[in-house]
């Protein structure tokens, strides 16, 4: 099992930078490909950015490529995403979610979840 606290969000002006980070618990963080969800008021969770059980690959959603970056420390059993150039479109609350085994971009098949925390993005 595993347990997920997310830190780092709060309010940036547009063009600003954020990093949240993801605190694993257990002994087991580097089984489970990770992900980056996010949602808005009245809007579905949507896939953000995911990363491999060794961080040999990454994935991304089209609205945030080039923007965003995820990475992990396995041995921290930390997952990051640093977040640049941010547009007021990015508000939301954050998730970070755990997949044990296979990489996974849809929230239906994460297995864990953390409690969010939320970024605002001012114009």
């Known amino acids: 099992q595993v347990q997920l606290v997310e830190s780092g969000g709060g309010l940036v002006q547009a063009g600003g930078s954020l990093r949240l980070s993801c605190a694993a618990s257990g002994r087991t963080f580097n089984t489970y490909a990770m992900g980056w969800f996010r949602q808005a008021p009245g809007k579905e969770r949507d896939f953000v950015a995911a990363?491999?059980?060794?961080?040999?690959?990454?994935y991304y959603a089209d609205s945030v490529k080039g923007r965003f970056t995820i990475s992990r420390d396995n041995a921290k059993k930390t997952l990051y995403l640093q977040m640049n150039s941010l547009k007021p479109e990015d508000t939301a609350v954050y998730y970070c979610a755990a997949k044990y085994g296979v990489v996974a971009t849809t929230h239906n098949r994460m297995d864990y979840w953390g409690q969010g925390t939320q970024v605002t993005v001012s114009s």
């Open positions: 990363i491999t059980r060794s961080a040999g690959n990454t």
